[in-house]
């Protein structure tokens, strides 16, 4: 069993900058691939971004591309989004997400979720 813990979230005026961090339990981290999630109040989950075991390979929505970007630290079983040049749109929960393959892309259904973090752009 993996559990995820996300922070890092809050409130910023657009154009700013957030770092979100989702730490793992468990020792098996370092073999998983990662994602990052989101849900605006009102919408469906959407995907935002995803990583390989190993941080080779990498996926992100159209609209995040360029300005958010997804990394890793596999000693500190931790994965991380950084997002810049945020928009009031990009708005919502933000959720971690693992799976045990080692690249799941494109498909979105992750073995284990966290249980989000807020983020809120102002404009």
């Known amino acids: 069993q993996v559990q995820l813990v996300e922070s890092g979230g809050g409130l910023v005026q657009a154009g700013g900058s957030l770092r979100l961090s989702c730490a793992a339990s468990?020792?098996?981290?370092?073999?998983?691939?990662m994602g990052w999630f989101r849900q605006a109040p009102g919408k469906e989950r959407e995907f935002v971004a995803a990583?390989?075991?190993?941080?080779?390979?990498?996926s992100w929505a159209d609209s995040v591309k360029g300005r958010f970007a997804i990394s890793r630290d596999n000693a500190k079983n931790t994965v991380y989004l950084q997002m810049n040049s945020l928009k009031p749109e990009d708005t919502a929960v933000y959720y971690c997400a693992a799976d045990r393959r080692p690249w799941i892309w494109p498909a979105y259904e992750y073995d284990y979720w966290g249980q989000g973090t807020q983020v809120t752009v102002s404009s």
């Open positions: 468990g020792r098996t981290f370092s073999s998983y691939s």
């Open positions: 990583l390989d075991w190993n941080g080779s390979r990498r």
